[in-house]
């Protein structure tokens, strides 16, 4: 449960707020007053994320006391248990910039500050209907419309469309042998890994949990395998890293091409599934298509 204390206005930089992009109540926005906020797992937080992995007294935000410009914040981890991280890095003090991303536990804020903190605000909501807050790449109902969309316009101009189902091998494992937060971590790497390597015109989601999917318009289905390939090759060879720890982490994907004779978008998913199916029970770190 995520949970504000109100509290009084006090004097200090304003024109800033915290954004829930993942984790619980994903979408809140948290006003920076002026005074000390602290988050933790202790409802007598200003803000409680009841989580195990947060702290009692997890992070602190206070006006930075060494900013001329009387505007500027700054992050104190409070000697949490797991730390706390801006933009994947651990800190222990750190001031903020507008756009930094910092993980607490599992969920993830946005700080947001500036002159035009309501556009950025409402631009970040509009966001976060299509993207996932963890991954960076759409979420399943944005990759779904895309999916439809580029079938309609493989259609129009007869061209071929592939799409790819992608898996983390043994997912499960690194949740129990290294924890939630280096799952997390794993996932948000392996979401820079896709969005990194296709090309501008590819379409890369988060389909939830550990299985993603990516749609190559303009390619068939062996040019299909030749993307799946190189990026399970990608995977494979990557430095994935949590808190100094390296996890080895391996992809299973299936590769379908779209057919004349499909009459729904999910009849190509289908396909593409049950090759990520054989992949899997093929012995994992494979391409079937």
């Known amino acids: 449960m995520l949970m504000r204390i109100e509290r009084a206005p006090a004097e200090g930089p304003k024109g800033a707020c915290l ?3 993942y984790g619980l109540q994903i979408g809140r926005r948290i ?3 002026g005074a000390p906020l602290v988050i933790g797992r202790s409802p007598r937080s200003d803000l409680q994320i009841d989580e195990e992995s947060v702290s009692r007294q997890h992070v602190r935000f206070e006006p930075d006391p060494k900013a001329n410009d009387g505007g500027s914040w700054q992050i104190v981890d409070m000697d949490s248990t797991n730390g706390t991280y801006v933009n994947d890095l651990p800190v222990r ?9 910092i993980q607490v536990g599992r969920s993830i804020l946005k700080f947001l500050a ?3 903190i309501e556009r950025a605000y409402h631009e970040e909501i509009y966001k976060l209907m299509s993207m996932d807050g963890l991954t960076q790449l759409r979420n ?3 990759f779904d419309e895309a999916l439809a969309d580029e079938i309609t316009r493989a259609r129009r101009f007869g061209r071929p469309l592939a799409v790819c189902m992608v898996d983390a091998d043994k997912f499960k494992s690194i949740n129990d042998q290294f924890g939630h937060l280096a799952g997390d971590a794993v996932l948000r790497q392996l ?10 015109n590819d379409i890369a989601g988060r389909l939830g949990g550990e299985e993603f999917g990516v749609l190559l318009p303009e ?3 062996q040019g299909g395998l030749v993307v799946a390939e190189k990026l399970r090759r990608m995977a494979e060879s990557h430095r994935f890293e949590f808190d100094r720890t390296v996890i080895p982490v391996t992809l299973s994907i299936g590769v379908a091409e779209l057919h004349d004779a499909d009459t729904e978008p999910s009849e ?3 396909r593409a599934d049950d090759c990520l199916y054989r992949a899997k029970h093929g012995g994992r770190n494979r391409v079937v298509g």
């Open 268 to 270: 190509l998913v289908k």
């Open 19 to 21: 954004v829930v992009v």
């Open 140 to 142: 399943r109902r944005a």
């Open 114 to 116: 500036g002159n035009s």
């Open 219 to 221: 390619v068939d289905r």
């Open 191 to 200: 979401g820079a890994l896709l969005r990194n390597n296709v090309r501008k």
């Open 31 to 33: 006003e920076l007053t």
């Open 93 to 101: 003090i750190a001031t903020l910039q507008s756009g930094d991303q």
